[in-house]
């Protein structure tokens, strides 16, 4: 009965991921100086995703549209990102952003804290 449920949620997800790539729209504009900037500052950004969750692919979309490549980690089963997440964060719950900066580490969990988060920091 596990792989039936697991089949149909990867095979909605797969879906929903579909939809989110031909409807993403554009990316925000930025110099190029200003990107190298950003990019410079998301280097202390990692997201724990599984890739078909709903609220996975919500943050990676509005990621996309605020043109912020930040370094996207597996946490699926068998994942060594999983271990990681779970050592460090406390819990396996995606999405999951971890934010160092000035030598601290931030677990935040829920998709649209992180989004508030990125729009808050990023524009």
């Known amino acids: 009965m596990g792989v039936v449920i697991s089949l149909i949620r990867n095979g909605i997800g797969g879906i929903l991921v579909f939809f989110d790539i031909i409807t993403r ?5 930025r110099s190029p100086q200003a990107q190298q900037q950003i990019a410079k500052e998301l280097e202390g950004l990692s997201l724990y995703q599984f890739f078909a969750c709903p609220f996975c692919i919500k943050t990676r979309r509005r990621m996309y549209k605020l043109n ?4 996207k980690l597996s946490a699926a089963k068998g994942s060594p990102h999983r271990a ?5 964060g406390g819990k396996i719950q995606t999405p999951c952003l971890r934010i160092e ?3 601290q580490v931030q677990w935040l969990y829920e998709s649209s804290a992180i989004i508030a988060y990125l729009e808050q920091r990023f524009t």
């Open 25 to 29: 729209g554009t990316k925000l504009k």
């Open 68 to 71: 912020l490549p930040i370094t």
């Open 84 to 88: 990681a997440l779970l050592d460090g």
């Open 101 to 103: 900066q000035d030598g």
